[in-house]
Nanobody, 123 residues
Framework: QLVESGGGLVQAGGSLRLSCAASGFTFDDYAIGWFRQAPGKEREGVSCISPSDGTTVYADSVKGRFTISSNDAKDIVYLQMNSLKPDDTAVYFC??????????????????WGQGTQVTVSS
């Protein structure tokens, strides 16, 4: 089970840190990804991490602004979001993957979706 938290309302240029808490499975056996979905748009991959070796992947739209990390002791994956833009407004989800294609950040390679947390960036 994955549970997201940390969303909220922030002004453009501000920061938020999202958390994805995992339970019920061996954390290191999975890659964890962050995705987002804005109204009327498809769900898109934002970033993912392999907690076992620290490998990370970022979508071009967030490179240099977002940082993904994991706290293996607590089975939590964080997404630190800086320099937020109105285009970052979306519901953010985390999900897990055991697929060899996890680094593609394609939603179809992920499962166990959390309920999502709303991020709203005002201009």
């Amino acid at each position: 089970q994955l549970v997201e938290s940390g969303g909220g309302l922030v002004q453009a240029g501000g920061s938020l840190r999202l958390s994805c808490a995992a339970s019920g499975f061996t954390f290191d056996d999975y890659a964890i990804g962050w995705f987002r979905q804005a109204p009327g748009k498809e769900r898109e991959g934002v970033s993912c991490i392999s907690p076992s070796d620290g490998t990370t992947v970022y979508a071009d739209s967030v490179k240099g602004r977002f940082t993904i990390s994991s706290n293996d002791a607590k089975d939590i994956v964080y997404l630190q979001m800086n320099s937020l833009k109105p285009d970052d407004t979306a519901v953010y989800f985390c999900a897990s993957s055991t697929s060899f294609s996890w680094e593609t950040l394609r939603p179809r390679h992920y499962g166990g979706w959390g309920q999502g947390t709303q991020v709203t960036v005002s201009s």
